[in-house]
């Protein structure tokens, strides 16, 4: 097979899917493009390089299996300082380096009543039914923030609902999480003064990404994570976005809406066993280090 692979700086086509993982160049503002020319055919990787890391962008993206390894190997051959390589959601696996995810995604309609006509009977009259009851509550108001205006107070919110349903996570960042994740957009739903709602996107691209989403259990019987990830995709669609990418996992709400299920895989491609293992290593002490001042820092 005739194939020529090689470094470009710029790029003019399209990239596809287009997601802020794939789109370097507004996910780092750096980063440059890996060119694999297969007879006629053109296949283009977004790369970044950080720390000894190459980030290749190939989240969904349709790459011949040969191809896709044969870019793996260029990247270590072309850089001997890049110990691991970090892929997240690809259609192709390495070797059997790469774990198995599931991920869900929604071609968005035109229009919210399309979006609701994928939904039974019974689920829209449960969903107006839902909304009627929180209304009785008190004053329930909606807001959406684009960042850099997303309130400080939303973010520490959302780590407050988050932590009491899912725990301390060591690997988000209060202060900088809105950055390190790459939010764009936030949307809440409020009791009065009170947030009881949030969700955070990636809208940087046609293809939407939904970061995360929580909300306050006591009011889990009006089902109100589920309306503020439907007042979410009413935007999105009035903004005119492709499609919202769900992430993986078996939550009811990604199995809504007409979403597609696909087999991805995520992980780390290392150069040797070596870098494998010291890494490993190096992840284990941070975590411990990070786990110990949280402690400290609660006491």
């Not at 035109?110 to 939904?119: I, K, N, P, T, V």
């Not at 597609?260 to 010291?278: D, L, M, P, V, W």
Request: glycine fraction near 6%.
């Amino acid at each position: 097979m005739y194939l020529k692979i090689e470094y470009v700086d710029d790029w003019k086509g399209e990239i596809c899917p287009d997601v802020i993982f794939n789109r370097f160049d507004l996910k780092y503002n750096a980063g440059k493009f890996l060119l694999c020319t297969c007879h006629d055919e053109k296949y283009i990787i977004p790369v970044y390089e950080s720390d000894g890391i190459a980030f290749l962008g190939v989240y969904l993206c349709e790459i011949p299996g040969d191809i896709f390894n044969r870019a793996i190997k260029y990247v270590f051959a072309s850089n001997k300082a890049i110990k691991r390589i970090r892929i997240i959601y690809s259609l192709n696996n390495y070797c059997n380096e790469l774990s198995p995810y599931n991920h869900w995604r929604i071609v968005l309609p035109g229009s919210a009543d399309e979006l609701f006509e994928r939904m039974s009977k019974k689920g829209r009259y449960n969903l107006k039914r839902e909304k009627r009851l929180l209304n009785e509550l008190g004053e329930i108001i909606y807001r959406h923030y684009e960042a850099p205006d997303i309130p400080e107070y939303v973010v520490h919110k959302f780590f407050e609902l988050k932590e009491r349903t899912h725990g301390y996570n060591p690997h988000m960042k209060k202060s900088s999480y809105i950055e390190d994740a790459s939010i764009s957009d936030a949307y809440t739903i409020s009791l009065g003064d009170d947030i009881i709602a949030v969700a955070f996107s990636c809208e940087q691209c046609d293809c939407v990404y939904l970061e995360n989403i929580t909300y306050d259990t006591q009011y889990a019987k009006y089902s109100i994570g589920f309306l503020c990830y439907v007042f979410c995709l009413e935007n999105l669609i009035e903004k005119g976005k492709q499609e919202i990418f769900l992430g993986g996992g078996d939550y009811d709400y990604k199995r809504r809406f007409h979403s597609i299920e696909q087999t991805t895989y995520s992980g780390s491609i290392y150069r040797n066993a070596f870098c494998k293992k010291s890494f490993e290593y190096s992840v284990k002490i941070k975590d411990v280090i990070k786990r110990l001042l949280a402690i400290q820092f609660r006491a």
